[in-house]
T-cell receptor, first 109, second 112 residues
Framework: RKEVEQDPGPFNVPEGATVAFNCTYS??????FFWYRQDCRKEPKLLMS???SGNEDGRFTAQLNRASQYISLLIRDSKLSDSATYLC??????????FGAGTRLTVKP | GAVVSQHPSWVICKSGTSVKIECRSL??????MFWYRQFPKQSLMLMAT?????????EQGVEKDKFLINHASLTLSTLTVTSAHPEDSSFYIC????????FGPGTRLTVL
C-alpha cells in the first residue's frame, strides 16, 4: 500500500464549479500535512498547510481527519488558473516528506 | 518562503557521461537540503537528504555511488549523476526546509 494515496483524476470541471479532492495516508504517526500545487513541468509550490481544526484560504478549504487518516481540499468557484496537479503531502518531521501521486484538475470555460 | 535556485534548468547528455546539478538556497542558510526525482505522471520520490558538512542520507534503493551528493556549504548542494543512462532521464528537484519544504525550479535531465 502506498504511504499517501490520491485519486489521480483527471477532474474536468467548468468554471465556477466546486471540486473536492481526497487523500489518505498510512502512517498514523504523521505530524504535518500540506497541499501543494504543481503546474506542468514546474516545481511544486505550497498551497496551504492542513490542520485538524480545518483551515480556509480564500476559495480553498483544507480538512484533516486524523482518526480516519484522511485529508481533503475543497476549491470553490473554480477559475481557469486553478488548472494544475494538486499534491497531498505528509511528513513526520522536517524530513521524509511523502508525496501523493497528485490529482489533476482541469477547469474549462 | 525560502528562495531556491537550481542550475541547469535542463540538460541533454550522452549515455555514459556525468551530469552535475546545483541547488542553491538564496536567502537563508540551509543545513539540510533534499533531492527528489519525478518521472512523468508520477509523484516526487525522495532520493536523499543532503547534510551540510557530512555525508548524505540516501533512501532505500537509491545508489549512493551513482548519485553523488555534496553539501559543502550552507547555501549549496550538488547532485552528480554519474555514468548517466536513458533510464536516469527525469525531473530532479531539490528543496530546503523552512517550516515546510521550498522547492527549486527543477532540472530536466534527458540522457540520449
Amino acid at each position: 500500500r502506498k504511504e499517501v494515496e490520491q485519486d489521480p483524476g483527471p477532474f474536468n470541471v467548468p468554471e465556477g464549479a466546486t471540486v473536492a479532492f481526497n487523500c489518505t495516508y498510512s502512517n498514523s504517526a504523521s505530524q504535518s500535512f500540506f497541499w501543494y500545487r504543481q503546474d506542468c513541468r514546474k516545481e511544486p509550490k505550497l498551497l496551504m498547510s492542513v490542520y485538524s481544526s480545518g483551515n480556509e484560504d480564500g476559495r480553498f478549504t483544507a480538512q484533516l481527519n486524523r482518526a480516519s487518516q484522511y485529508i481533503s481540499l475543497l476549491i470553490r468557484d473554480s477559475k481557469l488558473s486553478d488548472s494544475a496537479t494538486y499534491l497531498c503531502v505528509v511528513t513526520g518531521g522536517r524530513s521524509k516528506m511523502r508525496f501523493g501521486a497528485g490529482t489533476r484538475l482541469t477547469v474549462k470555460p | 518562503g525560502a528562495v531556491v535556485s537550481q542550475h541547469p534548468s535542463w540538460v541533454i547528455c550522452k549515455s555514459g557521461t556525468s551530469v552535475k546539478i546545483e541547488c542553491r538556497s538564496l536567502d537563508f542558510q540551509a543545513t539540510t537540503m533534499f533531492w527528489y526525482r519525478q518521472f512523468p505522471k508520477q509523484s516526487l520520490m525522495l532520493m536523499a537528504t543532503s547534510n551540510e558538512g557530512s555525508k548524505a542520507t540516501y533512501e532505500q534503493g537509491v545508489e549512493k555511488d551513482k548519485f553523488l551528493i555534496n553539501h559543502a556549504s550552507l547555501t549549496l548542494s550538488t547532485l552528480t549523476v554519474t555514468s548517466a543512462h536513458p533510464e536516469d532521464s527525469s525531473f530532479y528537484i531539490c528543496s530546503t526546509w523552512g517550516g515546510t519544504q521550498y522547492f527549486g525550479p527543477g532540472t530536466r535531465l534527458t540522457v540520449l
